[in-house]
């Protein structure tokens, strides 16, 4: 006798989820997909190219000789003193 009413509730909790979730799932989840894209190609455009050389190498920019040194899109190779982050 008290298996009744709990059927009862299941029943109707199932039919009120179908009603309220296709909405919001559906534009959360384009929106997600979207920014993701270019979240990724963001991250790609900025990662700036790392350059170790152990004998220095000359900065593009300032002439100054280092060992580190970091792509400049302007510039070309330059120190981490003239790298625009
Ligand atoms: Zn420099």
């Known amino acids: 006798m008290d298996d009744s009413p709990m059927i009862d509730e299941v029943e ?3 039919e009120d989820a179908p009603n309220e979730a296709p909405d919001p799932i559906g534009s959360k989840t384009d929106s ?4 993701d ?3 990724t190609l963001t991250i790609e ?3 700036p ?3 170790f050389a152990p ?4 900065c593009e ?4 000789t280092t060992a580190t040194r970091w792509h400049d899109s302007e510039a070309g190779m330059v120190c981490i003193e003239c790298k625009e982050w």
């Open 12 to 14: 109707s909790t199932v």
């Open 37 to 39: 894209e270019e979240t």
């Open 61 to 64: 920019s300032c002439g100054e």
């Open 49 to 51: 190219t790392y350059d």
């Open 45 to 47: 455009e900025a990662t």
């Open 32 to 35: 997600t997909v979207e920014s």
């Open 55 to 58: 004998d220095k190498r000359r």
